[in-house]
């Protein structure tokens, strides 16, 4: 994760995997069998902007391993930038922040589509 001072903005590649994320299942290609036999996964994609206003772009079936990942326990706006389910279909898992916080602390987040 990219720290940053609190007067900074910093980005957060959450993921950068395609839509069913890499290496895809089953899949014969180069990439996955070199990815699967060296153990790595991507994630699919997500990005984070940490600074005043912590923003989460799109919110994919990952993303509770990707706040986890990166240490990230407040997010105060949610952009998904379109409806197909790997940018948002990870919004129900974010009530999770809703048990998390004290009684009466918790604010729903403002999200945002286009």
Same mark, same amino acid.
């Given at each position: 994760?990219?720290?940053?001072?609190?007067?900074?903005?910093? $980005?957060?590649?959450? +993921?950068?995997?395609?839509? @069913?994320? *890499?290496? =895809?299942?089953?899949?014969?290609?180069?990439?996955?069998?070199?990815?699967?036999?060296?153990?790595?996964?991507?994630?699919?994609?997500?990005?984070?902007?940490?600074?005043?206003?912590?923003? $989460?772009?799109?919110? +994919?079936?990952?993303?509770? @391993?990707? *706040?986890? =990942?990166?240490?990230?326990?407040?997010?105060?706006?949610?952009?998904?930038?379109?409806?197909?389910?790997?940018?948002?279909?990870?919004?129900?898992?974010?009530?999770?922040?809703?048990?998390?916080?004290?009684?009466?602390?918790?604010?729903?987040?403002?999200?945002?589509?286009?």
């Amino acid at each position: 994760m990219m720290k940053s001072e609190d007067n900074e903005t910093a $980005l957060v590649f959450l +993921g950068t995997g395609a839509a @069913w994320g *890499l290496p =895809e299942l089953n899949c014969p290609c180069a990439i996955c069998k070199e990815m699967r036999s060296k153990g790595e996964r991507r994630k699919r994609t997500a990005l984070f902007i940490k600074g005043k206003c912590n923003l $989460l772009i799109d919110c +994919g079936p990952d993303i509770l @391993w990707q *706040l986890e =990942e990166n240490g990230i326990d407040r997010i105060d706006a949610i952009l998904i930038t379109h409806e197909h389910g790997d940018h948002y279909i990870g919004l129900d898992e974010l009530f999770v922040f809703k048990r998390i916080r004290p009684r009466g602390a918790f604010r729903p987040i403002p999200t945002y589509m286009t």
